[in-house]
């Protein structure tokens, strides 16, 4: 969703200001705007354009060399995606200007209100109703943004990440959240606010988490934070473990080629130093069901967990989709452990269903994987996931280490429950060792493939087929190919394929079935499915650990226990949606409509 970059130094802002967008460009945007004081009282320089960051940079022009400014990429809510849409947006002087991601809910009544006393609108979006009332806000203090922003947040209702700067006191930038990530970047007489560390992992890796409902003011200097009543709190100041080059390509062609590629490395770093104990803050004797809460990408990983939790350790789980949960009033108490899976930690709906779940006293054990993020600070324990940052706005690596949580906890549970023996214990812990050079097996020979790819990119429709854990990881496939190449394309589990799926295969329809390992009995079954469709004239692309000679095209993997088939069996099927969106000439890395960081319900 939006990008929000405030900077305040010694150094021209427009420089680090739009650098800073470029990093957050990852999160999804539609439109970009800067605005940069000229001179105290005067008013702000600001250039605002609807498309990609390149327009705003052409149209910049001659601007200030003032050290501060604010910047912001946005994700269309409220309006379209045009140039007066765009943030920042400015009161009627134009001296005060205001970015935002998330939306105001109470924002027509309030329009109404400030209209009625003579606020004139320009644009259609939800944050101008903010700037006119901030604006009058900041009279009322005299002059103290900080003390307006606290006022105004008192009267919003919604999700927001705000950051405002007024020409007459240009070094300083204040900002607020409240369901919305805003991190501070602490550097030597400069200092940052962002929607995500990346935007200044270039300039400091020192950082400081706010917290929910609190307002910021930084200048180079210094950084104050209050709550909304005024009283000063300390925030949290933290390390980033990644430097900035784990955020630039390095010589791929795309973010999405890189990370998978880089599933090999986040896969062991997850499982270092996790095989012996997890340390989770969890009796797992007092919890008899376990909800996994998520979505897209993460949602499936969780239903691989289902049958990984399952069988490690006994406990039932049940897993469902974030943004349906809390709206069926389902049963939970404090039996219950519910595991958001999230890679931003900041998804709206997966964060909703998280308070949920904690107000009705189950614990919560939230799988992320950036660090400080609000559904991570939110539970009572976190397993971090470390895929290291996830530009590309499709999962891949974040996925693989989501099933290695997944295994990982199963076997925490198993190993506290007793319900796995030292045997089991110890070839799990083996099986898992061994996925790193597994993938990097898979990886070495993807060539082939891509090649394959690129004879279906006329196809009108792709079908995914799988059983046992590979039903997840048959959504997965086609999740990755909806997103990435725009195609349709359905998971299915191969027994459900007779009960109407298969109505939709006509000849010259591709399927990609997933061969279950061959030591479960379910290969006998899929390899009847493979013979339903292609009776029908489907073309069909297996992937297996075995020679198969049904397939009309066969993709090897390593032999893996059938649990763990997962982490191999997504890498040819994120190859391929990544070769369909390259053939295709779609945006790779920011497939059209979607966002990354999905802050908004
Ligand atoms: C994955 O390719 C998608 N971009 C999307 O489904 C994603 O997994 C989902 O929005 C959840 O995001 P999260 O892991 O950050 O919560």
């Known amino acids: 969703m939006c990008g929000i970059v405030g900077y305040t130094g010694n150094h021209s802002a427009v420089t680090p200001v739009i650098e800073g967008l470029r990093r957050l460009e990852y999160r999804g945007y539609d439109s970009a705007g800067i605005a940069i004081p000229t001179q105290p009282g005067q008013p702000l320089f600001i250039k605002k354009r609807s498309g990609k960051l390149k327009k705003l940079e052409e149209a910049l022009g001659k601007t200030p060399t003032t050290s501060s400014g604010i910047g912001h990429t946005r994700w269309a809510t409220h309006g379209g995606p045009t140039d007066t849409n765009a943030h920042p947006h400015l009161d009627n002087e134009g001296n005060l200007a205001l970015i935002h991601n998330g939306i105001i809910e109470n924002y027509e009544q309030l329009r109404a209100e400030l209209e009625k006393r003579g606020h004139k609108f320009k644009s ?29 947040c008192r009267q919003l209702k919604g999700s927001f990440t705000l950051l405002a700067i007024h020409s007459d006191k240009p070094t300083h930038i204040v900002g607020a959240r409240r369901n919305s990530p805003l991190v501070v970047g602490l550097g030597t007489n400069e200092n940052f606010l962002a929607s995500d560390v990346a935007a200044f992992i270039s300039h400091t890796k020192k950082a400081l988490e706010l917290g929910q409902d609190q307002v910021v003011e930084i200048t180079p ?59 989770l803050k969890i009796k797992f004797k007092k919890i008899n069901k376990i909800v996994i809460i998520a979505c897209g990408t993460a949602y ?83 397993l971090y996931t470390h895929a290291g940052p996830e530009i590309a706005v499709a999962s891949t690596k974040a996925f693989a280490t989501q099933l290695v949580a997944m295994y990982l906890i199963g076997l925490e549970i198993g190993r ?23 993938v990097e097996q898979i990886l070495e020979t993807v060539e082939p493939l891509r090649e394959t790819t690129r004879k279906f990119k006329s196809a009108e429709s792709i079908l995914f087929l799988g059983r046992h854990v590979g039903y997840p990881t048959a959504l997965e496939g086609a999740l990755k190919l909806k997103e990435l190449a725009y195609m349709h394309a359905e998971g299915f589990a191969g027994g459900e394929l007779k009960h109407g799926p298969i109505a939709l295969i006509d000849k010259g329809t591709p399927v990609i079935a997933i061969m279950p390992s061959q030591d479960s009995l379910l290969a006998e079954k899929m390899s009847s499915n493979i013979q339903e469709v292609k009776a029908r004239g489907a073309i069909v692309i297996v992937i297996s650990e075995h020679e198969f000679s049904g397939a009309d095209y066969l993709i090897r993997i390593p032999k893996v226990t059938q649990l763990m088939q997962p982490v191999l069996a997504v890498v040819p099927l994120q190859v391929i949606a990544y070769e369909m969106a390259v053939v295709r000439g779609n945006d790779v890395d920011q497939p059209r409509n979607l966002a990354k960081s999905v802050t908004v319900e």
């Open 124 to 152: 259609e979006t939800d944050t101008e109703s903010v700037v006119h009332l901030l604006s009058e806000a900041r009279k009322e203090n005299n002059g103290d943004l900080a003390a307006a922003m606290r006022q105004v």
């Open 221 to 279: 200097n210094s950084v104050v934070i209050t709550n909304l009543d005024g009283t000063e709190v300390q925030g949290k100041e933290y390390e980033i473990s990644w430097d900035a080059s784990a955020a630039e390509r390095g010589g791929f062609s795309h973010f999405m080629l890189k990370e998978i590629y880089e599933q090999p490395k986040a896969i062991s770093d997850t499982l270092i130093g996790r095989l012996s104990d997890l340390d």
């Open 300 to 382: 499936n990983a969780g239903l691989v967990g289902k049958y990984a939790i399952e069988k490690c350790g006994g406990i039932p789980v049940d897993v469902e989709l974030a943004s349906e949960y809390r709206y069926r009033e389902p049963s939970l108490d404090e039996k219950t452990l519910v595991i958001p899976i999230s890679q931003s930690g900041e998804t709206m709906d997966t964060l909703m269903a998280l308070r949920y779940a904690k107000s009705k006293g189950a614990k919560i054990l939230s799988v992320c994987n950036t660090n400080g993020s609000t559904i991570a600070r939110e539970s009572d324990s976190v």
């Open 416 to 438: 506290k429950l007793n319900t796995l023996t030292k045997r089991e214990i110890d070839v799990i812990c083996e099986e898992l060792n061994q996925l790193p050079a597994k």
